[in-house]
């Protein structure tokens, strides 16, 4: 997707550019973006290192475990089709903690070895059965509990108080995700 | 209101005394598991930096040629009607498409509205709350060679928008 995406934003881009008589602004604008990158980075540098090594702690204090067992009933609520004790289940719970978490780069392959399980489950192997589809729109209804990438961008644009959305981001992210639960649940009464 | 500042200011030193005194009561050596772990941060962050540079770059292009500029004003008197910052448009429709080319665009709009800005505020909010919808359904769909996907789309864009109206009641609310 991406291939295509970016290769259109830039020749839109330099297109309107010369429409609009422009080009020599997108020369500095491209110069000049591709040097803050690494501005940014070097701030996110430290903020992520930071988050990362205190997750590294809970981790090997087995804080993860703890909380993949306090999320079972729920868990087992919200995918009545996947049977007790089922690998699915320990996949689905190790992605939607590492989401919750903001560890994007373990929910991912949690999230592919969850669906894989849930795959064998499924009857109709090319249709996506109910329990993928809640878990689907219940992982991309966005679960993370602070967005610790967020902070270290505004504190970067120095912002005075880069913490102050922590808050409004924890409750606008229980909205989206109890919408997600609740029109999933709609979907499967419907059907 | 203050709840939401208090609840702000507490998270992360909760989470982290947290994290400390688990680490402590299962006997870790917390200070080496830290510096192990920051270490996977830098490579997080290593990996991430090409991708930043590749869309902060066409972004840079994008804002310079005056087309974000364009794709505001264009749906403006729409989005100026309930109160949704024109400035705001090009980041929520690409947010569902890409993560980092909506960064890209949120870095854009930290530099030229300033991160304690209305618009700001509100996409640090809203992008808190929101997940890219398309690239993450076709990951994991076409990992399993699942086609028919059903309800998943309409779902996940519900959850989505569900997650931006409620930052900009929110943000409204809050800062005006």
């Known amino acids: 997707m991406l291939n295509y995406l970016w290769g259109a934003m830039i020749f839109i881009g330099i297109l309107i550019a010369a429409f609009t008589g422009r080009l020599a602004d997108v020369t500095n604008g491209a110069v000049s973006s591709a040097k803050e990158a690494v501005a940014v980075s070097i701030t996110m540098l430290g903020v992520m290192s930071m988050w990362t090594g205190i997750m590294r702690i809970g981790e090997r204090a087995g804080v993860m475990a703890a909380m993949t067992k306090r999320l079972r009933p729920f868990l087992k609520w919200l995918f009545p089709d996947v049977p007790e004790g089922h690998r699915a289940m320990d996949h689905i719970a190790a992605n939607v903690i590492a989401n919750f978490l903001g560890l994007g780069w373990a929910a991912t392959p949690a999230g592919l070895m969850a669906m894989e399980e849930l795959q064998s489950l499924n009857k109709h192997k090319d249709r996506a059965s109910r329990a993928m589809c809640m878990f689907m729109i219940f992982n991309m209804s966005s679960l993370q509990l602070v967005s610790i990438n967020i902070i270290a961008y505004r504190t970067q644009y120095n912002s005075a108080n880069p913490s102050e959305i922590i808050g409004p981001g924890i409750i606008t992210t229980l909205v989206s995700t109890a919408a997600a639960i609740a029109f999933g649940k709609l979907m499967e009464a419907i059907e | 209101m203050k709840i939401m500042a208090a609840l702000s200011d507490m998270i992360l030193p909760l989470v982290i005394v947290y994290i400390l005194a688990y680490g402590y009561s299962r006997k870790i050596n917390v200070y080496e598991e830290f510096i192990e772990g920051a270490k996977d941060g830098f490579k997080i962050v290593l990996e991430i930096l090409p991708t930043l540079i590749g869309l902060m770059m066409a972004v840079g292009i994008l ?58 505020r509100f996409v640090s909010v809203m992008m808190s709350c929101t997940e890219t919808v398309f690239y993450t359904m076709s990951l994991y769909f076409m990992s399993v060679k699942i086609t028919k996907t059903r309800y998943t789309l309409a779902g996940a864009l519900v959850a989505n928008i569900a997650g931006i109206a409620a930052s900009l009641i929110l943000c409204r609310s809050l800062w005006g």
Do not use: H, Q, W
């Open chain 2, 63 to 120: 804002r310079a040629s005056g087309t974000l500029d364009i794709i505001s004003n264009a749906i403006a008197p729409v989005a100026e009607r309930i109160g949704f910052p024109k400035e705001a448009v090009p980041i929520s429709i690409m947010r569902l498409v890409s993560s980092s080319a909506s960064t890209g665009i949120l870095l854009d709009i930290f530099k030229t509205c300033g991160p304690d800005s209305f618009t700001g």
